[in-house]
């Protein structure tokens, strides 16, 4: 059997993981053995009485730095790291095309943030990447650490089981999914509207279905992230461009 997917978490708050992930897919692949973890307190690694983790930053500003050194003995500690990240609003994107990169490392090491942020000096010297999960700021990395874990859960060997489900997915085609329906093949909501499943679905032409699927998740794509339609459309154009 190979070795499970690892994952160590550098955090103040080794108490949150699992977390969510110690239920449904992802807690059964973790009870399976598909996957490993395990949360390395910081505070362990720090001096003092107080065991203090941070400091003022120079040059002032508000809030609180968390220490090199502390970080650095904890990251130290973890016996095979593998890929080092540092979950940072300011760090490349978090994509599905990241996440299937990561999904095939088998370690990575997940720092956990907190305060103002960590010194820069100690990601460098660790060489910890830096990626974020979207525009906005958390009190901490913990909520971030855990979705991109679960993000890469799922596309492990043996978790979802149905190839099928991973490469229709949002994404994975640079297109957003397309809109599902199931029964009843009628429905009256609260609003008192009568809400039919679209005819071409209950057809059963799969040509035909696979084509108005794909169409409404153009048609959605568009609408909704222009970005990456804009994305698909320029890869799509300089395809066609003829050799030099």
């Given amino acids: 059997m190979n070795s499970p997917w690892h994952i160590s978490i550098l955090t103040l708050f080794p108490e949150m993981f699992p977390g969510p992930l110690g239920h449904s897919l992802s807690g059964k692949a973790l009870e399976n053995g598909i996957w490993s973890f395990k949360a390395v307190n910081i505070r362990d690694f720090a001096q003092g009485v107080h065991k203090s983790v ?73 060489d910890y990447e830096e990626i974020s999960i979207g525009d906005y700021v958390l009190s901490g990395g913990e909520p971030a650490a855990m979705i991109l874990m679960d993000a890469c859960i799922r596309l492990l060997p043996g978790v979802l089981g149905n190839e099928d489900t991973v490469s229709e997915e949002s994404f994975s085609s640079g297109l957003l999914e397309y809109p599902h329906f199931t029964r009843p093949a009628q429905w009256t909501s609260a609003d008192g509207h009568i809400r039919e499943v679209p005819e071409i679905l209950t057809s059963g032409d799969h040509s035909k279905i696979r084509d108005w699927r794909e169409g409404q998740a153009e048609s959605v794509t568009k609408a909704r992230r222009p970005d990456l339609w804009n994305i698909r459309e320029n890869a799509r154009l300089s395809g066609k461009k003829p050799k030099k």
């Fill in 54 to 126: 941070d400091d003022t930053p120079y040059g002032g500003g508000a809030g609180m730095v968390m220490r090199p050194d502390v970080i650095e003995k904890a990251t130290l500690s973890i016996e095979n790291p593998g890929r080092k990240i540092y979950l940072s609003p300011r760090g490349k994107p978090l994509t599905q095309k990241l996440v299937q990169e990561l999904s095939e490392e088998p370690a990575l090491t997940l720092l956990c943030g907190r305060y103002e942020g960590v010194d820069q000096r100690v990601l460098e010297s660790q």
